[in-house]
């Protein structure tokens, strides 16, 4: 793992959330400070405060970068990607299930091979850090190797990221096929490997229920036991043709939502992709069990899945944990900027205005309560880790030109939503530690 410097500090104007502006007025809800300095010690956040408050106390030993043109925020956060279909990203002319078969499972054959699969994931965590990702809950492909090559480039970045083995005993090509037993044994040889190594974090990955047993999914359920701390991933509702072979494979259950429930997947840390065709007694479920929805818009666009009810699903009345998912090969980016754009349009299309307040807690401190993850991520805040990113309002000519008419850092915030993506990403701190430049000028920067 790389050693992050012993004391950095960011000066610049800084925005983040302290609460949640679905259920607050964004006001209330918003820390920003116009120059700040943001004291960073051992990969944690010690100080932030107005550079004119903070500087007096500073050591003038430390290393003190200048973002004042810049706008500091937590790293994003994304609840739902998987890093085996880079190579498929923008596939043409298909729904679910058959792009499922096309190019999805085509894809992650490929990853049969340990040296594709390392290769591939050191595209991928560069790619989220030049998109601003410092943090993303990923599928790896059903290939044990796949996982170890995912978690050996994050430690080599000390990024904090969540993956796991997809787990899959039926309704897909035999290479890809665990069994019940099989997929039990080598995710347990995967949690004790990884789970809590540095930053990293284990998720137990049945794909979806059509290509899992009814054994399977309990076996799914009884890692979940292996170690404290566990994470799980799965699809939900997504697509009208998935939703009805669902009702056809489990004829007993209530709901697709109940075949997971059955199964103990129902709980905090529990991570369901998608959610566009559910019911309100699934939102009662998952706000009761803290289970979090992950908000995949470029994604259900693409493949014309549906419009997920954002707005519904966070009712004040019985809150759903809502993160951002790129799903990435189904999702178009991995910047989630492009991911709030979309959202944007999506929650036009059913009747609402997502703000940019509410867009930038979706990517950062609503995403890391969706993973139960608040207490250390998705604040700039002392104590949080320092995962951040600083974006550039000028970064494209557009840009430059459009934002000389924002009045409000919330005008400047949704433009950068609208127009953004990783272009507008100048820098990215992990844990402290600078590992992207976008203009490659401090040589402190690793990447
Ligand atoms: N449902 C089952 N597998 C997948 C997948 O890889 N991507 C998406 N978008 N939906 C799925
Ligand atoms: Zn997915």
Same mark, same amino acid.
């Given at each position: @793992?790389?050693?992050?410097?012993?004391?950095?500090?960011?000066?610049?104007?800084?925005?983040?959330?302290?609460?949640?502006?679905?259920?607050?007025?964004?006001?209330?809800?918003?820390?920003?400070?116009?120059?700040? %300095?943001? #004291?960073?010690?051992?990969?944690?956040?010690?100080?932030?405060?107005?550079?004119?408050?903070?500087?007096?106390?500073?050591?003038?030993?430390?290393?003190?970068?200048?973002?004042?043109?810049?706008?500091? #925020?937590?790293?994003?956060?994304?609840?739902?990607?998987?890093?085996?279909?880079?190579?498929?990203?923008? @596939?043409?002319?298909?729904?679910?299930?058959?792009?499922?078969?096309?190019?999805?499972?085509?894809?992650?054959?490929?990853?049969?091979?340990?040296? &594709?699969?390392?290769?591939?994931?050191?595209?991928?965590?560069?790619?989220?850090?030049?998109?601003?990702?410092?943090?993303?809950?990923?599928?790896?492909?059903?290939? $044990?190797?796949?996982?170890?090559?995912?978690? @050996?480039?994050?430690?080599?970045?000390?990024?904090?990221?969540?993956?796991?083995?997809?787990?899959?005993?039926?309704?897909?090509?035999?290479?890809?096929?665990?069994?019940?037993?099989?997929?039990?044994?080598?995710? *347990?040889?995967?949690?004790?490997?990884?789970?809590?190594?540095?930053?990293?974090?284990?998720?137990?990955?049945?794909?979806?229920?059509?290509?899992?047993?009814?054994?399977?999914?309990?076996?799914?359920?009884? %890692?979940? &036991?292996?170690?404290?701390?566990?994470?799980?991933?799965?699809?939900?509702?997504?697509?009208?043709?998935?939703?009805?072979?669902?009702?056809?494979?489990?004829?007993?259950? *209530?709901?697709?939502?109940?075949?997971?429930?059955? *199964?103990?997947?129902?709980? $905090?840390?529990?991570?369901?992709?998608?959610?566009?065709?559910?019911?309100?007694?699934?939102?009662?479920?998952?706000?009761?069990?803290?289970?979090?929805?992950?908000?995949?818009?470029?994604?259900?666009?693409?493949?014309?899945?549906?419009?997920?009810?954002?707005?519904?699903?966070?009712?004040?009345?019985?809150?759903?944990?809502?993160?951002?998912?790129?799903?990435?090969?189904?999702?178009?980016?991995?910047?989630?900027?492009?991911?709030?754009?979309?959202?944007?349009?999506?929650? *036009?299309?059913?009747?609402?205005?997502?703000?940019? #307040?509410?867009?930038?807690?979706?990517?950062?401190?609503?995403?890391?309560?969706?993973?139960? %993850?608040?207490?250390?991520?998705?604040?700039?805040?002392?104590?949080?880790?320092?995962?951040?990113?600083?974006?550039?309002?000028?970064?494209?000519?557009?840009?430059?030109?459009?934002?000389?008419?924002?009045?409000?850092?919330?005008?400047?915030?949704?433009? %950068?939503?609208?127009?953004?993506?990783?272009?507008?990403?100048?820098?990215?701190?992990?844990?402290?530690?600078?590992?992207?430049?976008?203009?490659?000028?401090?040589?402190?920067?690793?990447?």
């Amino acid at each position: @793992a790389r050693t992050p410097p012993a004391r950095i500090a960011l000066r610049g104007p800084a925005l983040s959330l302290k609460a949640d502006p679905f259920a607050l007025p964004a006001g209330d809800c918003l820390d920003h400070i116009e120059d700040a %300095l943001i #004291v960073i010690e051992d990969g944690v956040i010690a100080a932030i405060g107005p550079y004119a408050d903070l500087a007096p106390g500073l050591s003038p030993e430390i290393d003190l970068i200048d973002h004042r043109t810049g706008l500091i #925020v937590p790293g994003f956060i994304d609840a739902h990607v998987h890093y085996p279909q880079l190579q498929m990203i923008g @596939a043409y002319g298909t729904q679910l299930l058959e792009w499922l078969d096309a190019y999805t499972f085509p894809a992650e054959m490929s990853f049969a091979d340990a040296a &594709h699969a390392e290769r591939v994931a050191g595209l991928f965590l560069r790619e989220l850090l030049r998109a601003g990702t410092t943090t993303a809950m990923v599928y790896c492909t059903v290939h $044990p190797h796949s996982v170890d090559a995912f978690f @050996a480039e994050s430690e080599r970045f000390n990024t904090r990221m969540i993956a796991g083995k997809v787990l899959m005993d039926r309704n897909a090509p035999a290479p890809l096929l665990d069994t019940a037993q099989r997929g039990f044994e080598e995710s *347990a040889a995967l949690i004790a490997r990884w789970h809590r190594r540095g930053r990293q974090l284990y998720c137990v990955t049945p794909r979806f229920a059509p290509t899992s047993t009814e054994a399977q999914l309990d076996a799914a359920g009884a %890692l979940l &036991h292996e170690a404290n701390g566990l994470f799980l991933q799965t699809h939900l509702c997504e697509n009208p043709g998935e939703v009805e072979w669902v009702r056809e494979l489990f004829p007993a259950r *209530a709901s697709y939502l109940d075949v997971y429930a059955a *199964a103990g997947l129902v709980g $905090p840390r529990s991570m369901f992709g998608h959610a566009v065709h559910v019911h309100e007694g699934d939102f009662c479920t998952c706000h009761q069990a803290g289970a979090g929805l992950a908000h995949c818009p470029t994604s259900n666009l693409f493949l014309g899945s549906g419009l997920f009810r954002l707005f519904e699903a966070v009712d004040p009345r019985r809150p759903v944990r809502v993160g951002l998912g790129t799903d990435v090969g189904g999702g178009t980016s991995l910047s989630q900027l492009q991911s709030l754009n979309e959202a944007y349009k999506v929650a *036009a299309l059913t009747g609402h205005k997502l703000n940019a #307040v509410q867009g930038l807690y979706l990517a950062t401190l609503g995403g890391a309560r969706a993973l139960h %993850l608040d207490d250390r991520l998705g604040r700039l805040a002392p104590g949080y880790e320092a995962d951040i990113v600083v974006l550039d309002p000028k970064a494209t000519p557009l840009l430059g030109f459009r934002t000389d008419y924002c009045n409000s850092i919330e005008e400047l915030v949704f433009v %950068l939503m609208t127009l953004g993506d990783d272009r507008a990403v100048r820098a990215t701190y992990v844990a402290g530690a600078p590992v992207y430049d976008r203009d490659r000028t401090g040589e402190r920067f690793r990447y």
